[in-house]
Nanobody
Framework: HVQLVESGGGSVQAGGALRLSCTAS????????MGWFRQAPAKEREVVAV???????AYADSVKGRFTISKDNPKSTLYLQMSSLKPEDSAMYYC????????????????WGQGTQVTVS
C-alpha cells in the first residue's frame, strides 16, 4: 500500500520560487509514473507535470519553462521546482502515482497525497 505525503507549499510573491516534495512509502517507485496536479477553488483538477518510469517528463503548457519535475528513486521522493510563480499558479498541489505508463488525466491515477497549498500574491 503506497502512501504519498507532500510538503513545501507556502505563500510567495509573484516572481518567486518554491520547491514541492512528495515522499512515497511502499513498493519500488522505479515502476511508477508520478505526477503533480493542482486544483484551484471552483476549478477542476489539472495536470501540472508528469514523470515516467524512465525519467521522461511532460508539462502543462502553462508551466513550461518555469516548473521542473524530478524524482529521486532511492529516496522515493518526487519534486516540483517552481520558479517565476504567478498568481494564477495558486492552488492546492497534489502528487499522484500510477503504475506503468503515464497519463495526463487525473482519473488514471490511483494514489494521491493530501495536498500542499501554494499561494502566490
Amino acid at each position: 500500500h503506497v502512501q504519498l505525503v507532500e510538503s513545501g507549499g507556502g505563500s510567495v510573491q509573484a516572481g518567486g520560487a518554491l520547491r514541492l516534495s512528495c515522499t512515497a512509502s511502499g513498493p519500488d517507485l522505479n515502476f511508477a509514473c508520478m505526477g503533480w496536479f493542482r486544483q484551484a477553488p471552483a476549478k477542476e483538477r489539472e495536470v501540472v507535470a508528469v514523470i515516467a518510469r524512465i525519467g521522461t517528463t511532460a508539462y502543462a503548457d502553462s508551466v513550461k519553462g518555469r516548473f521542473t519535475i524530478s524524482k529521486d528513486n532511492p529516496k522515493s521522493t518526487l519534486y516540483l521546482q517552481m520558479s517565476s510563480l504567478k498568481p494564477e499558479d495558486s492552488a492546492m498541489y497534489y502528487c499522484a502515482l500510477r503504475w506503468n505508463f503515464c497519463a495526463v488525466n487525473s482519473d488514471a491515477y490511483i494514489t494521491w497525497g493530501q495536498g500542499t497549498q501554494v499561494t502566490v500574491s
